[in-house]
């Protein structure tokens, strides 16, 4: 059964970093690129970027450098995505979602996780 | 970066009733060599992550009711969904996937009059 499968609920404070996982099973998690997508509280959907979890490479829009990574354990099927820094305005929902297309980078997004809540307050 | 504007932000729709949205992006998402327009739909729930609807601008995710199409080629689109079931309540978002980085519409939320 395709299904991503992510970490749970955070809180942190201004300034820390936090690191959440996606854990992918139903399928080849090599060969599909993964996007993490974020949704602040009642707002629409942002891309942070992608992981190739096949070669490791990741391209993130510029106003998410320095600031994100993200990386994979291909033994695990999972990748993680991390960021530092933190304010209040990235209290959001963090999805991981797969690319539908295999190989390519650019596509639409089936399946995606359930989402975990970070919530930034001091 | 490609911006997406949807329209209306929200609108309320009778049961059985035709529901319309449209989405506008701010340059052409039609990639010429093979005539396909990179763009999709998405319907979220409360509580859920978004799930895809329509991608190529027209072709229906399988499993999705034919209720749902979508139309449109270039710069303009729409979402139709064709007799609203009370299933249908979401807020539905297109995407273009044409150029990186991909963006998404602000979003459309779909209520019962």
């Known amino acids: 059964q395709l299904q991503l499968v992510q970490s749970g609920a955070e809180v942190k404070k201004p300034g820390a970093s936090v690191k959440v996982s996606c854990k992918a099973s139903g399928y080849s998690f090599t060969g599909y690129h993964m996007y993490w997508v974020r949704q602040a509280p009642g707002q629409g959907l942002e891309c942070m970027g992608w992981?190739?979890?096949?070669?490791?490479?990741?391209k993130h829009p510029q106003r998410f450098q320095g600031r994100v990574t993200m990386t994979r354990d291909t033994s695990m099927s999972t990748v993680y995505m991390e960021l530092s820094n933190l304010t209040s305005d990235d209290t959001a929902i963090y999805f991981c979602a797969r690319v539908k297309r295999a190989v390519n980078p650019d596509g639409w997004f089936d399946p995606w996780g359930q989402g975990t809540l970070v919530t930034v307050s001091s | 970066d490609i911006v997406m504007t949807q329209s209306p932000d929200s609108l309320a729709v009778s049961l059985g009733e035709r529901a319309t949205i449209d989405c506008k992006s701010s340059?052409?998402?039609?990639?010429?060599?093979?005539?396909?327009?990179?763009l999709a739909w998405y319907q979220q729930k409360p509580g859920q992550p978004p799930k895809v609807l329509i991608y190529w601008a027209s072709t229906r995710e399988s499993g999705v009711p034919d209720r749902f199409s979508g139309s449109g080629s270039g710069t303009d689109f729409t979402l139709t969904i064709s007799s609203l079931q009370a299933e249908d309540v979401a807020v539905y978002y297109c995407q273009q996937y044409y150029s990186s980085p991909l963006t998404f519409g602000g979003g459309t939320k779909v209520e019962i009059k």
């Open positions: 340059q052409s998402v039609l990639y010429t060599s093979n005539k396909k327009n990179y």
């Open positions: 992981i190739n979890p096949n070669s490791g490479a990741t």
